[in-house]
């Protein structure tokens, strides 16, 4: 049975359907973003990149297909400048999709920007 609506006079104040959408809106992007993450010991940033790694590799498990995941963490494994890896990352997300030139170019770019020059060649 739905709720009774007691008082059924008008607001003093009327609120338009927008404001309602963009408050609502406000409060919602404001539940999504994550708290800032202060990495204060070497044993966190371990664990930290443990975590975030596992994440990436069950979304991947999930969405091979998806070349977005693969850039995402091939970026995110350059930005903690661990080459290895990252290359690793680049080398499976061809074997998924050798026929993307995308993934080839944005490999190539990787080499290049950190200066692995005869990576970037073999590329």
């Known amino acids: 049975m739905a709720p009774r ?15 309602i959408i963009c408050e609502a809106r406000e409060l919602q992007e404001a539940e999504i973003r994550p708290p ?3 990495i204060t010991d070497s044993a966190e940033l371990v664990d930290y ?8 590799e069950d979304l991947i498990r999930r969405v091979h297909w998806n070349k977005g995941v693969w850039i995402k963490y091939a970026n995110w494994e ?3 400048k661990d ?8 080398e499976r ?3 998924v999709d050798y026929r993307d030139h995308t993934l080839w170019l944005k490999y190539a770019s ?14």
């Open 5 to 19: 609506v007691k008082n059924k006079n008008a607001a003093p104040i009327p609120i338009t359907a927008e404001q």
């Open 36 to 38: 800032k993450q202060r």
């Open 49 to 56: 990149r443990l975590r975030k790694r596992k994440e990436y």
């Open 78 to 80: 350059e930005s903690q």
């Open 83 to 90: 080459f290895d890896r990252a290359r690793s990352v680049w």
């Open 93 to 95: 997300a061809l074997e």
């Open 110 to 123: 990787f080499e290049m920007k950190n200066k692995f020059i005869d990576h970037a060649r073999n590329v």
